[in-house]
């Protein structure tokens, strides 16, 4: 009854931290929110898979969170680019929040159903980040900002195929994975920044 | 010593020593020379079979255990590994004539042993993290530390990512079909997800828009590594689905959606590599086409599936080669694949600009050439199959011809009084000269690879059924 009731406030902290990166400009609080996100999914992914096996993706994730914002912070001189589409704003992703709340809070018994022990709080919670994942990735071309989007993508399938996959390959690619989009990441953020070598192909 | 630690460790290994304690001059010899051995080797030496030289037995144990699951190769394998890497040997020699990047060769060792490794992987389903681990190691050799990333590039980025959740998911939903194949429920659930899965792999449309907008942003050569890799271990990937489960080849609606999609990433690749006005974009398009056709073949009701496909990818591997080599020389000197920077370069650039228009007409059809014995094949299952199908075929294919041949109107297009001059490297001529060799026997000896599609069939016993 207790790991229930964790493991709905776990889902409230990822729809929390998941909000908050989708609304927030600045990148210190985006990665603040990620780095607590990677706590729900460590617990919700510990429903199914053993403890250490869970702790991978707390610690991948956080590495991941580290490796992101040293490279943002060596980066001084970049500017938050300005969205050039419409609709835009605070207010409109809140309300793609909400609609991802929505649909998360009607699929989620209906998986239930289909593929029984899973349990709700990790099908909610697993959906919720993918649904603001995707959501994330809809409304940015921002660097920083995508990679944020396909780790909370990420993250909300760890959390389900956790409970139907417990290899500790899967689960070591997946640290891997995660791992590679945060140099990925890194790379891309930093890129543009270093000087021309010579000898380097045009 | 076992075949994974062969094929998979090792390359790594190279890759990485090459990254970290090897000068760029070496890099490409090494890394080639590397390739050809292991393929040489695959070639040879059969897997899990002892083989006495003199005194001394020799014997590739075919599989190894980590972390529980197993890497594994058939003897069947052999060929296809001896394409592998004889292929990316191909690739590696010719950094040294394309002036690639230094870290080309090292990160390209790297994603050809990860792919490899996606092959060998068990249970296979787990190749979908080993191609999403392959597809971020490409972004480095894709942006360059001073290049500002682009568009292509981040979407790149998403789409190999979006794939990975799509087919790991379907994959275990498909051992609930297996175990209940009469729920048309969770048949369905898991065909949308796996074909979805396929589709960002692939790149079907219109989830292509990235190939195009790398050809404008990255290096040519790294581009065309990239259009040659993915889809080559993809469809291997592929297939291994349609040999595992019998239900994706014997469902007719599967099998048309299959080849819609083939189908229309043909003709749209012939038509829009036809409207362009970037001789890059044009090879990304033609890849696109190309990729089509492959997955037409996965849609064929036919028992040649498997020799179809790789009559066809094994030509890919050395068209997009000679192609991209080519295309790096000339934007090395033009600094832009556009028109009206590259118009008149046939008499500044004539090999590379006769092996790049070699390696277009190659991928329309063109008779003689290496992509023809394959398109041969292809229209010949498909016309007993729809008409309409090859209708839509062969507009693609028009479409391909009509850019090569606006290619070599831009080429020639020069002043009478310009001088014809060889201004390529000696090495850049012979890599090209023996790329050009090789399209033309491919096209007219195409016998010569029955010794690699032999055994091929084999690792995918029931598809052939």
Redo the contacts between chains.
């Keep these: 009854m207790a790991a229930d009731i964790i493991s709905w406030l776990a889902v409230g902290l990822m729809l929390a931290t998941s909000t908050t990166m989708l609304i927030s400009r600045d990148w210190r609080v985006s990665l603040g929110s990620l780095a607590a996100q990677y706590i729900s999914v460590f617990w919700l992914a510990s429903r199914h898979l053993p403890f250490v096996m869970g702790s991978v993706k707390l610690i991948a994730g956080w590495m991941v969170v580290a490796a992101l914002g040293m490279t943002r912070l060596g980066l001084t001189n970049l500017e938050e680019e300005e969205d050039t589409f419409w609709p835009r704003g605070r207010w409109f992703r809140v309300i793609l929040t909400f609609m991802v709340l929505l649909v998360t809070a009607g699929s989620t018994p209906r998986i239930e159903a289909a593929i029984p022990g899973l349990g709700l709080p990790v099908i909610a919670g697993g959906l919720l980040l ?1 649904g603001a994942g995707v959501v994330h ?1 809809g409304v940015t ?1 921002n ?1 920083l900002r ?1 990679t944020l989007g ?1 780790l909370t ?2 993250a909300g ?1 760890e959390i ?2 956790a409970a ?2 417990s ?4 689960t ?3 640290a ?2 995660n791992l ?2 945060g ?2 990441g890194s ?2 953020l ?3 920044s ?4 010579n ?4 | 010593m076992s075949a994974p630690l062969l094929w998979i460790a090792i390359p790594f290994l190279v890759g990485v020593s090459i990254l970290f304690f090897l000068r ?1 001059r070496f890099s490409a010899f090494i890394g080639g020379s590397v390739a050809a051995i292991l393929a040489l080797i695959a070639l040879i030496f059969p897997i899990d079979e002892a083989l006495l030289l003199g005194s001394i037995s020799l014997k590739i144990s075919p599989s190894i255990q ?4 197993s890497f594994e190769f058939s003897a069947a394998d052999g060929a296809l590994l001896a394409i592998i890497y004889g292929l990316a040997a191909l690739w590696f020699f010719g950094t040294e004539a ?5 870290r080309f060769v090292s990160l390209g060792l790297m994603i050809v042993s990860l792919l490899t490794a996606s092959i060998a992987v068990e249970p296979f389903l ?1 190749a979908a ?2 191609i ?2 392959a597809a ?2 490409v ?2 050799l894709l ?7 682009g ?1 292509g ?2 979407r790149f ?2 789409y190999q ?2 794939a ?2 799509f087919i ?2 379907s994959g ?1 939903m498909l051992a609930g079909v297996e175990a209940s194949p009469g729920d048309l429920g969770t048949t369905t659930q898991a065909g949308t997800m796996l074909g979805l899965g396929f589709a960002f792999l692939f790149a079907v449309f219109p989830l292509y828009n990235w190939i195009p907008m790398l050809m404008d942003e990255a ?1 040519p ?1 790294v581009a065309g590594f990239l259009l040659w890799a993915l889809p080559t271990f993809t469809v291997i990937f592929a297939l291994g689905f349609l040999d595992r489960y019998v239900w994706l080849r014997t469902s007719p609606q599967l099998s048309n959606a299959i080849q819609f999609a083939g189908v229309f990433m043909v003709a749209s690749g012939g038509v829009f590599a036809s409207l362009q006005r970037h001789i890059g974009r044009m090879m990304g398009y033609s890849a696109i086409a190309e990729t089509g056709l492959l997955i037409i073949i996965m849609g064929l009701p036919s028992s040649e599936i498997v020799n179809l496909t790789f009559l066809l990818l094994i030509p890919r591997g050395l068209v997009l080669a000679v192609w991209a080599l080519a295309l ?1 020389i000339l ?2 000197n033009a ?1 832009s694949l556009l028109f009206n920077e590259v118009q008149g370069l046939a008499r500044s650039f004539p090999a590379a600009v006769t092996a790049l228009l070699l390696a277009q007409l190659s991928m329309a059809g063109f008779p003689l050439l290496a992509g023809f014995p394959a398109r041969l094949a292809v229209w010949q299952e498909l016309a007993g199959q729809s008409l309409t199908m090859t209708l839509w075929v062969f507009i693609g294919m028009l479409g391909l011809l009509a850019a090569a041949i606006r290619s070599l109107a831009v080429f020639v297009m020069a002043d009478e009084e310009k001088k014809w001059r060889v201004n390529e490297s000696w090495v850049q001529v012979t890599m090209l000269g023996l790329g050009v060799i090789g399209l033309f026997i491919l096209g007219m000896f195409p016998q010569i690879l029955q010794p690699f599609l032999a055994d091929l069939p084999s690792l995918f016993n029931r598809i052939g059924q």
Excluded: H
Excluded at chain 1, 167 to 170: A, D, M, P, Q, R
Excluded at chain 1, 199 to 202: A, K, S, V
Excluded at chain 2, 143 to 149: A, L, R, S, T, W
């Design positions: 993918i990735l071309s660097l995508v396909l993508m990420l399938f389900i195929y139907v996959e290899s500790i390959l899967v070591g690619f997946l891997i994975a590679g989009l140099m990925v790379y891309l930093a890129a543009g270093t000087p021309i070598e000898g380097e192909e045009l | 760029e980590f972390f529980g699951r394309s002036g690639t990047a230094n787990f993290l080993l999403e681990i971020m190691l972004i480095p942006v360059p530390p001073y290049q500002k990333p568009r590039v981040v980025l998403i990512t979006f990975m959740p790991l998911f275990w290096s050569y790096s934007k090395r600094y």
